[in-house]
T-cell receptor
Framework: DVKVTQSSRYLVKRTGEKVFLECVQD?????MFWYRQDPGLGLRLIYF???????EKGDIPEGYSVSREKKERFSLILESASTNQTSMYLC?????????????FGSGTQLSVL | GQQLNQSPQSMFIQEGEDVSMNCTSS?????WLWYKQDPGEGPVLLIA?????ELTSNGRLTAQFGITRKDSFLNISASIPSDVGIYFC?????????????FGKGTHLIIQP
């Protein structure tokens, strides 16, 4: 089974803080993704990575950065958290197969920025 | 970019009822995926569809890949309380490379006892 672990289920931070969201996989998958989920907006792609030290912007990268120093770990960074970044953050890994890539998600981190 | 339109946005049903929801797109997809998200959890893959016209079942769930390749349908028969959650359709970004998936906004399924 594919296992994606997000380090925190709930986080509360203050405006202006630097926030790290961590995601770890237990297999040797290359593709990892960060989405945010907001009511009425569905899942929106923030950043993804094909391999170590590689990153690509998704649809809404503003206000975020990422780090992939090791293959198994993909970190999402909020340099200076703002209240509009209060959201559910979902990490996923991509598994190639018939018909293309499928995503497998972690349990999510609910971030509240006060 | 690609957009997936899901309907209905919400469904309030009685336990035991059948459920139908759909997903449409202005562009063609070669793969359709259906995910379910339980409250407080990440989405979980339910069904994957690979060919136009394909009909695939997973227990009480049945999904179909529309023949135009621009739509897909998910049906749940004899709903039970654990079916509550958000159902998302998804497809590969721009034709099937490794750039992740694009998702619909979801259908919230609420079951009234």
């Amino acid at each position: 089974d594919v296992k994606v672990t997000q380090s925190s289920r709930y986080l509360v931070k203050r405006t202006g803080e630097k926030v790290f969201l961590e995601c770890v996989q237990d297999m040797d998958h290359e593709n990892m993704f960060w989405y945010r989920q907001d009511p009425g907006l569905g899942l929106r792609l923030i950043y993804f990575s094909y391999d170590v030290k590689m990153k690509e912007k998704g649809d809404i990268p503003e206000g975020y950065s990422v780090s992939r120093e090791k293959k198994e770990r993909f970190s999402l960074i909020l340099e200076s958290a703002s209240t509009n970044q209060t959201s559910m953050y979902l990490c996923a890994i991509g598994v190639a197969g018939q018909g293309g890539e499928k995503l497998f998600f972690g349990s999510g981190t609910q971030l509240s920025v006060l | 970019g690609q957009q997936l339109n899901q309907s209905p946005q919400s469904m309030f049903i009685q336990e035991g009822e059948d459920v139908s929801m759909n997903c449409t797109s202005s562009s063609i997809f070669n793969t359709w995926l259906w995910y379910k998200q339980d409250p407080g959890e990440g989405p979980v893959l339910l069904i994957a569809l690979y060919k136009a016209g394909e009909l695939t079942s997973n227990g009480r769930l049945t999904a179909q890949f529309g023949i135009t390749r621009k739509d897909s349908f998910l049906n749940i028969s004899a709903s039970i309380p654990s079916d509550v959650g958000i159902y998302f359709c998804a497809g590969p970004v721009d034709g099937g490379g490794a750039d992740g998936l694009t998702f619909g906004k979801g259908t919230h399924l609420i079951i009234q006892p």
